[in-house]
Nanobody, 125 residues
Framework: VQLQASGGGLAQAGGSLRLSCAAS????????MGWFRQAPGQERDFVAA????????YYADSVKGRFSISRDNAKNTVYLQMNSLGPEDTAVYYCAWGDGVITSNIYNDRAYKYWGQGTLVTVSS
């Protein structure tokens, strides 16, 4: 599975960006797609995830109420709508694809088998 992430760029604080992640193959019921981010000098952190069958979503506390993850199964694509951006959101954002990820592992990057190339989001203050 190849994942193609896009939509990163420069935003001002308080602004919005929308990331997209297209998978090269059809997503199946057990699949989970997620977003992680890595700021310079820091570890990769969970941002959000969505179950491709139920549409159930999961969010890191730091983005709840500001970010929204959604999916388009027909396009094998997930989106991350990011609103009220702040400088603390500056990072490389990675999309990831996992199969049969149980809920307790949703937040763990080791549970995801395939990764996109990353897209840089820079938020200026």
């Amino acid at each position: 599975v190849q994942l193609q992430a896009s939509g990163g760029g420069l935003a001002q604080a308080g602004g919005s960006l929308r990331l997209s992640c297209a998978a090269s193959r059809r997503t199946f019921n057990r699949n989970v797609m997620g977003w992680f981010r890595q700021a310079p000098g820091q570890e990769r952190d969970f941002v959000a995830a969505i179950r491709m069958d139920s549409g159930h979503t999961y969010y890191a506390d730091s983005v709840k109420g500001r970010f929204s993850i959604s999916r388009d199964n027909a396009k094998n694509t997930v989106y991350l709508q990011m609103n009220s951006l702040g400088p603390e959101d500056t990072a490389v954002y990675y999309c990831a694809w996992g199969d049969g990820v149980i809920t307790s592992n949703i937040y763990n990057d080791r549970a995801y088998k395939y990764w996109g190339q990353g897209t840089l989001v820079t938020v200026s203050s």
